[in-house]
């Protein structure tokens, strides 16, 4: 899958994107803030989008927001969240998107987005 | 300021002095009243000496004793007209005496009403002050006691019971207005108190509540950096950015194995704080014991095999309900069973048995035939960090010392017990002992004799169920 990562933190951007890449096989673009994040999402396509909860110039729920508004078509979004953003998480369910909290094991994320997308093509069809 | 013991002392002092200052006044009395009826009796006497005296005879006796009564007088008037009729008496002139004598009686007569109505005023004065020795002093004494009732006994009562709504429920509690008086000082005090146990609570709150908050900021900032750490271990070790060296491997299977382990602590350690100071929400419900205790042995399905260790399951036939959080009910049975399996030999069983107990409580029994624990050891194992001789445990996982201790406090949140039956060389019987249990509402409809196996788990349900 051709995947958008939107992440500010260095470490986990360079983590994420060696765990997709050499054990998912799947092909990463970055974005290292929201606007960026949106930018792109808005000019390309995408098989999944990973929005990370925090981000400077624009949080995730942001771009999610409008990303969800200008796409009606938009593809399948995982929000990365943290604890705090718990007041967010019906906003984000009502959207439309999935969700993985932080901390998470890199090592089960390739499953979780796996049985993620499986659930979105049974919807989907 | 106007003291209660400045008023009490002023009605003391009215009580005792009205009491004695009539008691004297009637006293007094009495003494004049004696003195006149003395007096009375005297001139009695002499009146009669004098009345009798033979006119036309001289007695030198007689003589004598009315000079000698004469001199006793203290009277002027009466010694003087006395004198005259010694002196007629004296001269042997019956004329002269009998005039004298007339006089004298004629005096002593007036004396007489006189005296009479002396002592009768008198016995007036006295019955009045006598009177008032008692009744003033009585009056006082009751100001008293109305002034102890009004000024000490209620007050006192009124603040006590003000105490006792404080105790009761502080938040509804209403500070009185001192009086001014030492009961006012006692109020004041009081209401100093009160302020100030108010304030230590609401402090105590905020303690409470900033504690919450850290340990979630701080659970959630332990856990973070792990992220990284796991993801680059594990990137590495399995091999996609290049083959590693057999030693590169050990090492990096070290760091994993150890941030893992951190990871457990740091999650125990969180769970114990949480736990301890009751800020964790136990979300009680009825659950089927068996399902929970299904799916917590098939999690330690993997520990058992690796150990070469059997797990038995031996429950009643029909099915239980018990009133617990899930979760934290799993928790717990993980926990002990996790522990059997790690200080259980190769090739042993390890048996957890559900029963009533004497009282009718429900019982879960984890027996292990494992070294056994020391009596000196058995309340210890059940405190933070503490881990018995760490060399008779597997090297499989090496477990945080917190185990028990989180059991332990879990237990005791449901209102439940644990304990050890255990002695060395005899392998250990772990037993939670839970209240709140029932008889399911539905039977299940399968539900056999058969012992099944899953895996190496044996399942057996006994005939003979409690």
Redesign the interface.
């Known amino acids: 899958m051709h995947i958008l990562l939107a992440e500010d933190d260095k470490?986990?951007t360079l983590?994420?994107q060696?765990?997709l890449e050499?054990?998912g096989k799947h092909q990463v673009t970055l974005a290292e803030n929201g606007q960026v994040a949106l930018e792109k999402a808005l000019n390309n396509s995408y098989d999944l989008i990973l929005l990370d909860g925090m981000m400077p110039k624009m949080t995730g729920l942001e771009v999610l927001r409008t990303i969800s508004k200008e796409l009606p078509q938009r593809p399948p979004v995982i929000y990365l969240s943290?604890?705090?953003d718990q007041k967010d998480l019906d906003e984000i369910k009502t959207l439309g998107a999935g969700h993985i909290q932080?901390?998470?094991?890199?090592?089960k994320i390739n499953q979780k987005i796996a049985d993620f997308m499986e659930g979105e093509s049974k919807q989907a069809s | 300021m106007r003291t209660l013991r400045s008023r009490f002392n002023i009605l003391f002092i009215l009580v005792i002095g009205s009491g004695v200052i009539f008691s004297l006044a009637a006293v007094d009395s009495y003494d004049r009243i004696s003195e006149a009826q003395d007096s009375m009796d005297s001139s009695f006497q002499l009146r009669n000496l004098v009345g009798q005296l033979p006119r036309y005879q001289f007695d030198k006796d007689y003589f004598e004793k009315l000079k000698t009564l004469r001199n006793q007088l203290k009277d002027e008037n009466r010694r003087q007209l006395l004198t005259h009729v010694i002196a007629a008496y004296g001269s042997r002139n019956p004329q002269l005496l009998s005039r004298r004598a007339e006089q004298y009686e004629s005096f002593e007569q007036k004396q007489y009403k006189i005296i009479k109505e002396t002592i009768s005023a008198e016995k007036q004065i006295l019955y009045r002050n006598g009177t008032l020795a008692f009744a003033l002093p009585l009056f006082f004494i009751l100001l008293l006691i109305g002034y102890l009732k009004m000024g000490l006994f209620n007050p006192l009562k009124r603040l006590s019971d003000r105490m006792l709504d404080f105790l009761g429920d502080k938040y509804s509690f209403k500070f009185m207005i001192p009086e001014d008086n030492e009961i006012g000082d006692l109020q004041r005090t009081f209401n100093s108190l009160a302020q100030r146990v108010l304030n230590n609570m609401d402090e105590l709150k905020d303690l409470d509540r900033a504690k919450s908050e850290f340990l979630s900021i701080a659970s959630h900032e332990l856990r973070t950096p792990m992220t990284s750490i796991k993801g680059s271990l594990s990137l590495l070790k399995s091999g996609v950015l290049g083959q590693l060296d057999k030693s590169s491997l050990r090492l990096i299977r070290i760091a994993e194995s150890e941030s893992d382990r951190l990871i457990r602590l740091i999650n125990d350690l969180l769970d114990l704080a949480k736990i301890e100071s009751r800020s964790l929400a136990l979300k009680k419900d009825w659950v089927p014991l068996d399902s929970l205790l299904e799916k917590s042995l098939e999690g330690l399905l993997g520990l058992a095999e690796t150990a070469e260790v059997r797990l038995k399951l031996q429950t009643f036939k029909k099915s239980i309900e018990i009133k617990v959080d899930a979760d934290r009910f799993q928790q717990i049975i993980t926990n002990l069973v996790s522990n059997a399996i790690k200080f259980s030999p190769q090739g042993s069983e390890v048996l957890v048995h559900v029963h009533l107990n004497q009282k009718g409580d429900l019982a879960i029994d984890v027996k292990d035939q494992g070294p056994g624990i020391a009596i000196e050891d058995q309340e210890l194992i059940f405190e933070k960090f503490r881990q018995t001789n760490g060399t008779q445990e597997s090297q499989l996982v090496k477990g945080t010392g917190l185990g028990l201790a989180i059991a332990k406090a879990l237990i005791f949140e449901h209102g439940g017990m644990i304990g050890v039956q255990s002695a060395p060389g005899q392998g250990s019987t772990f037993y939670i002992v839970l209240k709140e249990w029932r008889k399911a509402p539905v039977e299940p409809i399968v539900f056999t004799n058969k012992s099944e196996t899953v895996n190496e788990t044996t399942k057996t349900t006994p005939r003979a169920a409690a």
Do not use: G, S
Request: no cysteine.
């Open positions: 470490n986990i983590i994420l060696l765990v050499k054990l943290a604890k705090t932080k901390p998470f094991d890199p090592e």
